[in-house]
Nanobody, 115 residues
Framework: QVHLAESGGGFVQAGGSLTLTCSASGNINSVLFMGWYRQAPGKERDLVALTAITTSFTNYADSVKGRFTLSRDNANLYLQMNDLKPQDTAIYYC??????????WGQGTQVTVPQ
């Protein structure tokens, strides 16, 4: 089992920055991939960025390339978000997949960028 806990969401004006943190605990040695998804009101949950734990593979959604940066240290996954836009408003979820292909999700953290 892997437990994920997000923090760092909030209210920020357009053009501002936020850093989200995902703290993983439990059987973290079994995790293969970690990443961030987001879900805006009335929309589906979409991938923002993900990284492989044992390689340098990282992938970003086109909408955030050049503005968001994923990084990791030990059991923490970070999402540095710069030049935030109103369309970035969503609940952001941390996600992990382990060696058994089991999905784990955090509880989500709200990011709001007003028009």
């Amino acid at each position: 089992q892997v437990h994920l806990a997000e923090s760092g969401g909030g209210f920020v004006q357009a053009g501002g920055s936020l850093t989200l943190t995902c703290s993983a605990s439990g059987n973290i040695n079994s995790v293969l991939f970690m990443g961030w998804y987001r879900q805006a009101p009335g929309k589906e949950r979409d991938l923002v960025a993900l990284t492989a734990i044992t390689t340098s593979f990282t992938n970003y959604a086109d909408s955030v390339k050049g503005r968001f940066t994923l990084s990791r240290d030990n059991a923490n996954l970070y999402l540095q978000m710069n030049d935030l836009k109103p369309q970035d408003t969503a609940i952001y979820y941390c996600h992990a997949v382990d060696r058994t292909r089991t999905d784990y999700w955090g509880q989500g953290t709200q990011v709001t960028v007003p028009q």
